[in-house]
């Protein structure tokens, strides 16, 4: 079992930036990928980017070159840098884990990102 915590979501103007954290409550290393989704009011949870173990990354088109993740496996943290947000971004962002070897997966309980005009 593993505990995801995220952090770091707020209220921002559009243009502006955050950083959203996922702490891991033990070692990340077996995890990957790891990802963030997002939900906004009234629509589906959607994948908004991926990070393996190794580091390789995969976004959403929506968020390519505006959005980075990444990870820390020696502190079990992953994080998301959203730059130049919009406010189609806005949404609950939640931190997701998969095992590679037992296939379970895992999620936090989410963090409101809020852009406003």
């Known amino acids: 079992q593993v505990q995801l915590v995220e952090s770091g979501g707020g209220l921002v103007q559009a243009g502006e930036s955050l950083r959203l954290s996922c702490a891991a409550s033990?070692?990340?290393?077996?995890?990957?990928?790891m990802a963030w989704y997002r939900q906004a009011p009234g629509q589906q949870r959607e994948l908004v980017a991926t990070v393996t173990t190794n580091g390789d990354t995969n976004y959403a088109d929506s968020v390519k070159g505006r959005f980075t993740i990444s990870r820390d496996n020696a502190k079990n943290m992953v994080y998301l840098q959203m730059n130049s947000l919009k406010l189609e971004d806005t949404a609950v962002y939640y931190c997701?884990?998969?095992?590679?070897?037992?296939?379970?997966?895992?999620w936090g309980q989410g963090t409101q990102v809020t852009v406003s005009s």
């Open positions: 033990r070692n990340i290393f077996t995890l990957s990928p």
């Open positions: 997701n884990a998969r095992h590679r070897v037992t296939g379970a997966t895992y």
